[in-house]
């Protein structure tokens, strides 16, 4: 496993369960969630979707318009309290490129 520095890692998207106990619905990480990104945190992170994920315990889901760009380009809705995982089995490749790293 190899945790690359200054990153989290992310998904394109969430999934609406309903809760069992108040049956409302909730945003959560679908159990096939396709490819694991990489979004760079910079160093000044101090406000915005990034910066929530900085002291997350749980996943951090975007609303109301608001995504993050990931070092491959794409736009993801959900920001996730690890770093990105170069060795992860669904790595992006793409982001993997834009980072200079191999995966595994």
């Known amino acids: 496993m190899v945790k690359i520095l200054d990153t ?3 998904i394109e998207r ?3 369960r309903r809760d069992l106990v108040d049956h409302r619905p909730d945003k959560a990480i679908p159990e096939d969630f396709g ?4 979004c760079h945190l910079p160093p000044n992170t101090a406000s915005g979707l990034l910066a ?3 002291d997350a315990k749980e996943p951090v889901f975007a609303s109301h318009g608001r995504v993050a760009g990931t070092a491959c380009g794409r736009f993801v809705s ?3 309290p690890m770093s990105f995982d170069s060795e992860h089995p ?4 793409r982001c993997l ?3 200079g790293v191999k995966g595994g």
């Not at 490819?35 to 990489?38: G, I």
């Not at 669904?90 to 490749?93: E, F, H, L, N, T």
């Open 52 to 54: 929530e994920v900085l």
């Open 14 to 16: 969430y999934e609406w």
């Open 35 to 38: 490819v694991l990104h990489a």
């Open 90 to 93: 669904k790595a992006c490749s």
């Open 97 to 99: 490129d834009a980072i």
């Open 78 to 80: 959900v920001l996730l």
């Open 8 to 10: 989290c890692a992310a």
